[in-house]
Nanobody, 123 residues
């Protein structure tokens, strides 16, 4: 299972670091990703880090502001979010997948999902 944490209320321009702890799986065999869902909107891709930890990919909305990383020894993936904007307000979900060869933003390709953590950015 996946357990996301680290969300909260922050002012615009601030930072947050989300964490997602995995258990019951061989963590190093999974690509790990973050998605988010804002009120009234569909869930969208934020970032992914490959199982080897060597490759990352970001949605345009987070490029230059967000950084995804993982610690395979701790079975944890992180999302460092800087220069936060009110439009970053959403529930953030971590996800894991073993499948390869499909697009990182393809939500159907992910096997496991965390429960979500709320991020609220005030203006």
């Amino acid at each position: 299972q996946l357990q996301a944490s680290g969300g909260g209320l922050v002012q615009a321009g601030g930072s947050l670091r989300l964490s997602c702890a995995a258990s019951g799986l061989t963590f190093s065999s999974y690509d790990m990703a973050w998605f988010r869902q804002a009120p009234g909107k569909e869930r969208e891709f934020v970032a992914v880090i490959r199982r080897s930890g060597g490759s990352t990919y970001y949605a345009d909305s987070g490029k230059g502001r967000f950084s995804i990383s993982r610690d395979n020894a701790k079975n944890t993936v992180y999302l460092q979010m800087n220069s936060l904007k009110p439009e970053d307000t959403a529930v953030y979900y971590c996800a894991a997948r073993r499948r390869i060869g499909t697009a990182s933003y393809d939500q159907d390709s992910y096997d496991l999902w965390g429960q979500g953590t709320q991020v609220t950015v005030s203006s």
